[in-house]
């Protein structure tokens, strides 16, 4: 029971304001926290100002602000308390000191989560429930330290042991390997994502490059977050060569395809293969690739879908790319027209025709050509470039074909089956006319 009436910290509060130079303490740690405040601000406004032309450091900068903030003031009242503690008593600040260090803690764990798992700035539920937790967790200990009982809560996990293995462990090494392990994945987790952020936006390097060196940081910083804070607890590293015999059997007996998925990834990022944007073809999946990561590539078709594709089967199976060396991208469709057809007319008439299409560029200009002779009538070929293939081919067709439909009401031009159907009415047969459907072919890269 003394431990608790000890040192409560309610206590010692209780003494200080009963205490003549309480007002200059009042206004000593009112100081400190305006004069953290201000500062926190002047630095964020020159940090900002000096990488203004840089958008990487934007982002970072402006929410750091939360962390910088309570901890400037906490080391501005540290500094006043042991400055006024060589003349005078300072009491206030040291017992304002834990909960403004409670504070600190709090929002540098928010921030390093937020940095190392939140995508483009959304939140997920877990991370949410994890903060809230984490919260509780810090206001807890504050809580015990306050009402004095810290010392009889670290008595009691230093006495009560639960068995591993053959030994029995104190909850306290317990909690503090997984502290260790928390804390060095988490600052491992925020630099690698920090990193990742920097070379993304280095418009110098090539994307795939980009994106190998980020993957590759990232594990490397996680691989030696597990072995620092595993030495730190001090498990023997030997043991892991038993986890490396395992993980060898496990990847010799059903893991082929996932590490083939991955080596895939890297080779496809090394030799730049396919990048960012790339409108491609493969098997049933077309679209645009959307990402590139270590395992699949994510394809968005025009219609929104996306389909995550193994980069074992873009490694494997033979990919269209239908803007590997541009994005420019020639289409083309056929239609079938009468013998009698006036071509001298009709031809130039559909390059004109193609040219009052906004998506259709002017140059290369567009061409419309007799492609063959078949036994129903003349074939005409079309074909026209498009400088944006991301936003889909078949609309543009379907404006070519409407521009030559009426352009055939125009001229009075007759298709096959036209012609056929007029046949069968002169010989008293009475049958529709029906127009032969418009076919179209798409030629490019193939890698």
């Given at each position: 029971m003394s431990t608790m009436?000890?040192?409560?910290?309610?206590?010692?509060?209780?003494?200080e304001l009963d205490r003549p130079d309480l007002l200059l303490q009042v206004l000593v740690l009112s100081g400190c926290v305006l004069a953290g405040w201000l500062l926190s601000q002047q630095l964020m406004k020159k940090f900002s100002a000096r990488h203004e032309h840089h958008g990487i450091f934007q982002a970072p900068v402006d929410s750091f602000q939360v962390v910088l903030t309570p901890l400037l003031i906490v080391v501005l009242m540290a500094s006043a308390a042991w400055v006024m503690g060589r003349w005078q008593h300072a009491g206030l600040l040291l017992t304002a000191l834990p909960l403004l260090l409670s504070f600190l803690l709090i929002r540098s764990g928010f921030f390093l989560l937020r940095k190392a798992f939140a995508k483009e700035g959304r939140v997920g539920v877990f991370l949410q429930v994890f903060e809230q937790s984490f919260a509780v967790l810090v206001w807890s200990g504050l809580a015990l330290y306050i009402t004095g009982l810290w010392p009889e809560f670290v008595k009691y996990l230093?006495?009560?042991?639960?068995?591993?293995?053959?030994?029995?462990?104190?909850l306290i090494v317990i909690f503090q390997a997984l502290m260790w392990v928390f804390i060095t994945l988490i600052l491992a987790m925020w630099a690698a994502s920090a990193l990742e952020q920097r070379l993304m936006h280095l418009d110098t390097m090539h994307s795939s490059l980009r994106a190998v060196m980020?993957?590759?940081?990232?594990?490397?910083?996680?691989?030696?977050?597990?072995?620092?804070?595993l030495s730190i607890v001090g498990i023997d590293l030997t043991v892991l060569s038993?986890?490396?015999?395992?993980?060898?059997?496990?990847?010799?007996?059903?893991?082929?395809?996932?590490?083939?998925?991955y080596v895939s990834g890297f080779v496809i990022l090394l030799e730049r293969s396919l990048s960012i944007g790339d409108i491609v073809h493969l098997d049933r999946f077309s679209g645009e690739v959307a990402e590139i990561n270590t395992r699949y590539t994510l394809i968005k078709s025009s219609d929104g879908a996306a389909a995550a594709i193994p980069n074992e089967m873009l490694v494997?199976?033979?990919?269209?790319?239908?803007?590997?060396?541009?994005?420019?991208?020639?289409?083309?469709?056929?239609?079938?027209?009468?013998?009698?057809?006036?071509l001298e007319a009709l031809l130039?008439?559909?390059?004109?025709?193609?040219?009052?299409?906004?998506?259709?560029?002017?140059?290369?200009?567009?061409?419309?050509?007799?492609?063959?002779f078949t036994a129903e009538g003349m074939e005409l070929e079309a074909g026209f470039w498009i400088a944006d293939p991301q936003y889909g081919t078949g609309n543009v067709r379907s404006e070519v074909n409407f521009e030559f439909w009426r352009l055939c009401?125009?001229?009075?031009?007759?298709?096959?089956?036209?012609?056929?159907?007029?046949?069968?009415v002169k010989r008293g047969n009475d049958k529709s006319l029906i127009y032969k459907p418009l076919s179209a072919d798409v030629g490019k890269n193939q890698a």
């Open positions: 009436t000890a040192n409560p910290l309610w206590v010692d509060l209780q003494v230093e006495e009560t042991t639960i068995p591993l293995g053959h030994h029995r462990e104190p980020a993957r590759v940081a990232r594990a490397s910083l996680i691989l030696v977050a597990l072995l620092v804070s038993v986890f490396g015999g395992a993980l060898g059997v496990g990847i010799g007996l059903g893991l082929q395809k996932l590490v083939s998925s494997s199976s033979p990919v269209q790319n239908l803007t590997r060396s541009d994005r420019q991208l020639r289409l083309a469709t056929t239609m079938v027209v009468a013998p009698e057809t006036d130039p008439g559909m390059a004109a025709a193609m040219q009052r299409i906004p998506r259709i560029l002017t140059s290369p200009s567009p061409t419309a050509t007799l492609a063959r009401q125009q001229y009075g031009v007759r298709f096959p089956s036209q012609a056929k159907a007029e046949s069968s």
